[in-house]
């Protein structure tokens, strides 16, 4: 049997208070079971303690209970908590908590449990070692809103049938598979140890894969939980990117955003316009506020104007208001080479400036200069190495007013147009 490490947990600090914020109305599937154990032998073993994650951001001051001492009455509305010797408690956020933060408690022979956790009410701390169930619910006990149920026995949550001390009936608001998990087995200790990363809907899914749990249906030396938890301050719905124009388009959709400030839009060049490998780095090439705190649903964008030929890599690069990073997805657009032009250009006749754009259809050494009517060079504008694509050039000439030429080669092209200064 694998052995996984102790729980790790971390409290996830933003910027804003309770004066800002009210507490969270939670929904059934924004908080999953992630860990239960009821065996206690070992020097270092840990007996009657549990781990959640949120699958929700929450507000300080948000409180939900998790108990496990009560039974579902059929017909009924409600649990019946009667058994006050069971585990009973509630969380209080002590602070705004991102989707993605684990929380954990162990009670009895433990010194120390995590801040935040109250029990009212009950005066035992007991985890059944022979079937037992953790119920998650926001409200009171005699009006709750079933928020996740996790049973472990040979039965599972029954369908009908006498109740008793190893059975319970599942709330009718949850549901087997989305957001209520049973295993049909005596159970001393469980843990997922999948990815507690990336999309929130796939993050709820994996919870459910009974592939990425481990359990022990037999007294042993104590199994602890460990998770390679990550938070997720922006849950991303879509992230692409496309070539219009010889401009790459970049889009993105946000479904909630936690303390975001906003993302810097990152670039790397695969290979040049003969498709040949190109090492580039990541370059960062504008930012875009983010929505702080939100629930909302954003569309997002950002335009790369003419960024060359080639193909490229885009990212986004995410940053919290406290300074925390997250890179986000990673989308490859391809711009095929059209052909070299010198365009004309603009204003014409100018004064006392212009504007000289042209395009290049592969990375070449690139020669720009400036005649008068009389086939004198009279300025050198570009004399270097450039990248395929389109490039411009601002032409400020201290010369008499008249006819002008401007010439453009790079490798076997080459082209003249004419321009007017007027002082």
Do not use: C
Not at 20 to 34: M, Y
Not at 318 to 332: F, K, M, P, W
């Amino acid at each position: 049997m694998k052995r996984i490490t102790f729980v790790t947990f971390f409290w996830l600090m933003l910027l804003m208070g309770l004066d800002v914020f009210a507490q969270t109305t939670l929904a059934a599937g924004d908080i999953a079971v992630v860990g239960a154990w009821s065996d206690k032998t070992g020097t270092n073993a840990k007996d009657n303690a549990f781990a959640i994650v949120l699958l929700k951001s929450i507000t300080a001051g948000t409180a939900f209970t998790v108990t496990d001492r009560g039974w579902y009455t059929p017909g009924s509305s409600f649990y019946n908590f009667t058994a006050t010797s069971e585990l009973n408690y509630v969380f209080t956020a002590p602070q705004n908590l991102l989707a993605g933060t684990v929380l954990y408690w162990y009670g009895i022979g433990n010194s120390s449990n995590s801040s935040g956790w109250t029990t009212p009410g009950a005066t035992g701390q007991n985890l059944s070692n022979l079937a037992d169930q953790l119920i998650i619910y926001q409200g009171t006990e005699s009006s709750p809103t079933f928020i996740y149920a996790f049973n472990w026995g040979t039965t599972g949550f029954i369908t009908s049938g006498t109740l008793n001390s190893t059975t319970s009936y599942l709330p009718s608001t949850l549901t087997l598979g989305v957001n209520a998990m049973e295993w049909k087995v005596r159970m001393f200790n469980s843990a997922y140890t999948g990815p507690l990363s990336g999309n929130l809907n796939t993050l709820r899914t994996n919870i459910m894969n009974s592939a990425y749990w481990t359990y022990e249906s037999t007294l042993g030396s104590g199994v602890y939980p460990s998770f390679p938890a990550s938070p997720m301050p922006v849950e991303l719905s879509s992230f692409s990117v496309t070539a219009k124009n010889g401009s790459a388009l970049v889009n993105w959709v946000t479904a909630s955003e936690v303390n975001n400030a906003g993302f810097y839009i990152e670039r790397k060049r695969l290979t040049d316009a003969n498709e040949g490998p190109v090492v580039k780095e990541w370059e960062q090439l504008g930012f875009v506020k983010g929505y702080g705190y939100t629930n909302e649903k954003h569309d997002y964008s950002y335009s790369d104007v003419n960024p060359g030929v080639g193909t490229f890599q885009y990212r986004l690069h995410q940053i919290d208001n406290d300074g925390r990073e997250n890179y986000l997805r990673v989308a490859q657009v391809t711009f095929k080479p059209g052909a070299s032009r010198l365009d004309q250009n603009f204003p014409n006749p100018f004064n006392p400036s212009t504007k000289i754009s042209y395009y290049i259809s592969h990375d070449d050494l690139v020669v720009l200069k400036i005649y008068n009517v009389l086939g004198k060079e009279v300025a050198t504008l570009v004399n270097t190495y450039q990248q395929a694509g389109t490039h411009y050039v601002d032409f400020r000439p201290e010369l008499a007013s008249g006819m002008y030429y401007y010439k453009i080669t790079a490798g076997n092209f080459s082209e003249i147009k004419k321009m007017l200064y007027i002082k």
